[in-house]
């Protein structure tokens, strides 16, 4: 028998680089998070790129750590000079950047005569942060408040997302899926009845050009399986039989 379920939990995600803004390198961080939290239960409903720049960080901050359950950032917190993600986050919480003195010896363990003033700055949270070691790099993610600090490195922020996703499982979605030889337009019609008969249905209508096979993949989601169920069979029924490809 399956307990009682965590509420369910909404998400952003602050992308941070001039990089991204400029083109220079594109982002697969956000997509990858949106994919893995749909799977986990968690609706991600707001994605922003912003610039390496210390007060748009803590403006955004101040922004979503109220408007959303969960915050997720990702870039910016490297060794060099535009690596500002820590002390915009710290900013944007009315909290000092210290240097984690846990963190400062471990880099003293590593580095010896070495450690430099670009490597503690790697040591740098926003005070108060959480450390949460897991994945295959030895170095931790840092949480302060609802704030989950990730690096930019599309490897390394899978991998510690990984590590730390068990913390948002919640009631997962159900996915069915419809694909239609009928154009949008005709479609349209009848997306609205049946929203209108399940109103809590998430139908997301995707229209595919020049493909044999079908014109338009509808998707039907909620986290009540006979209701999505229920809802695929009602819109089917509103279709003629020869224009329903397949469903899933």
């Known amino acids: 028998m399956t307990g009682p379920q965590p509420p369910d939990l909404t998400a952003a995600a602050i992308v941070v680089g001039n990089e991204i803004l ?19 239960g968690v609706a991600l409903e707001r994605i922003v790129v912003i610039p390496d720049d210390v007060e748009i960080i803590a403006a955004t901050v101040r922004m979503y750590r109220d408007a959303f359950d969960v915050v997720f950032t990702s870039g910016g917190v490297g060794p060099t000079h535009d690596d500002v993600t820590i002390e915009g986050v710290a900013r944007g919480l009315g909290r000092a950047v210290v240097r984690n003195e846990f963190l400062v010896g471990k ?15 790697m040591t ?8 949460i ?15 989950y600090i990730l690096p930019g490195i599309p490897e390394l922020f899978r991998d510690k997302f990984h590590a730390i996703m068990h913390r948002f499982a919640r009631a997962p979605f159900f996915l069915r899926v419809l694909y239609t030889r009928e154009m949008e337009s005709t479609l349209a019609e009848f997306l609205d009845q049946t929203l209108a008969e399940f109103p809590h249905l998430q139908l997301g209508s995707y229209p595919k050009l020049n493909d044999p096979d079908y014109r338009v993949r509808v998707t039907l989601e909620s986290k009540d399986r006979d209701y999505v169920d229920r ?9 003629s039989p ?6 899933e």
């Open 133 to 147: 070691f897991g994945g295959q790099l030895n170095f931790p993610t840092m949480c302060v408040e609802n704030i």
């Open 107 to 121: 880099m003293r363990e590593f580095f010896g005569d070495a450690l430099n003033p670009a490597r503690l700055k």
């Open 22 to 40: 400029s083109g220079k390198v594109v982002d697969t961080n956000a997509a990858y998070l949106a994919q893995e939290l749909r799977k986990l």
């Open 231 to 239: 809802a695929l069979k009602h819109l089917v029924g509103l279709l």
């Open 124 to 131: 740098e949270t926003p005070e108060g942060a959480e450390l």
């Open 242 to 247: 020869e224009s329903v490809v397949r469903t």
